[in-house]
């Protein structure tokens, strides 16, 4: 779906719970509330391909405003220090972007979700804490800066001064924090920065192209049926009628190759099993000469809202 602005994804699912008349409903990976853009929520039987997704990679467009540094790295925080611009050059931020692009070690944002001794670290930064976080490893695959303009800053009513806004796309790994990488590029030029605008356009092979708002899915829960959604996520392994009923009662099978992977990044997914009528039956794992059922789908039974049902799949990715 097409997470709202304001919208935790906390909130989304909760209304996604109403829309589809069932529980049974969670997400595949966090925005911030000030976000908007790609949420994948499973429904039903689909709550169990999540786990699968949660670590593709992501692909953001995002404003970095240069000058101003906030308590949260993004707009929504407190302005802590404003740095003169006037010195900033396109070169210099292309250069700074470029260092930051590849293998690098980020250190999240303190007000993250990542707990700290069993506590979220944003609640303890609210509560006075001063929170510092240890650096990770991410992955940026591209750092694409597509306009830089000088901007007036500041609130109505003070001195407002003039800062550097930047437009730029990134594709990165799963756990990047795109407002750390504000952070961190206006701390490599001198000046600060933060995030003044979030969208996500993609999570793993699923696009803003196939997202919906909660007003349409409120109106017709349009879904991507279970098989679609394993079918573009995972290898695929085309299964006999045969190779079917054995792993329909969690038997192993002979190992096979998985075909269409999407990329690189799912290699070490289980491959994931079609019958001859092209129902996802399971997500197998080779073991050996012999590949073993991770998770077996019975056949649908359920029902929710309007939602699509065909052939038996469960709809609800």
Same mark, same amino acid.
């Given at each position: ?173 799963? =756990? $990047?924090?795109?407002? *750390?990488? /504000?952070?961190?590029?206006?701390? %490599?030029?001198?000046?600060? @920065?933060? &995030?003044? !605008? +979030? ?60 075909? =269409? $992977?999407?990329?690189? *990044?799912? /290699?070490?997914?289980?491959?994931? %099993?079609?019958?001859?009528? @092209?129902? &996802?039956? !399971? +997500? ?34």
């Amino acid at each position: 779906m097409d997470k709202p602005q304001g919208w935790t994804s906390h909130d989304v699912v909760g209304r996604m719970r109403r829309i589809a008349g069932t529980r049974k409903v969670g997400h595949a990976g966090t925005l911030d509330p000030m976000a908007t853009g790609v949420l994948v929520v499973g429904i039903n039987k689909a709550t169990r391909l999540l786990t699968y997704i949660v670590g593709t990679s992501k692909t953001y467009t995002a404003t970095i405003r240069l000058g101003e540094s906030t308590v949260t790295d993004d707009a929504e925080g407190e302005v802590t220090a404003t740095r003169t611009t006037t010195g900033i050059t396109e070169d210099a931020i292309r250069a700074g972007v470029a260092a930051l692009t590849g293998e690098i070690q980020q250190v999240p944002s303190s007000v993250s979700a990542i707990k700290v001794n069993g506590e979220r670290a944003y609640a303890r930064v609210r509560s006075g804490e001063e929170v510092k976080l240890a650096a990770r490893p991410v992955t940026i695959h591209r750092f694409e800066v597509h306009e830089i303009r000088r901007v007036r800053a500041g609130e109505a009513g003070e001195t407002a001064g003039e800062a550097v806004d930047v437009d730029v796309t990134v594709e990165c790994s799963s =756990g $990047t924090y795109i407002r *750390a990488l /504000a952070r961190d590029l206006g701390e %490599a030029l001198g000046v600060g @920065g933060h &995030l003044t !605008a +979030l969208r996500r356009t993609q999570v793993g092979p699923y696009t803003l192209d196939q997202a919906h708002t909660l007003e349409e899915l409120a109106e017709k829960l349009d879904v991507l049926e279970m098989s679609d959604a394993a079918r573009a996520l995972m290898p695929n392994r085309e299964l006999s009628e045969a190779e079917t009923t054995e792993i329909s009662f969690g038997r192993r099978i002979a190992a096979g190759t998985g075909a =269409g $992977t999407p990329d690189a *990044a799912t /290699a070490d997914k289980p491959a994931a %099993a079609f019958a001859p009528d @092209g129902t &996802l039956v !399971a +997500l197998l794992a080779d073991a050996g000469s012999y590949a073993k059922p991770v998770l077996v789908f019975a056949p649908d039974n359920e029902k929710h809202g309007n939602a699509k049902q065909g052939n038996g799949k469960q709809a609800g990715q």
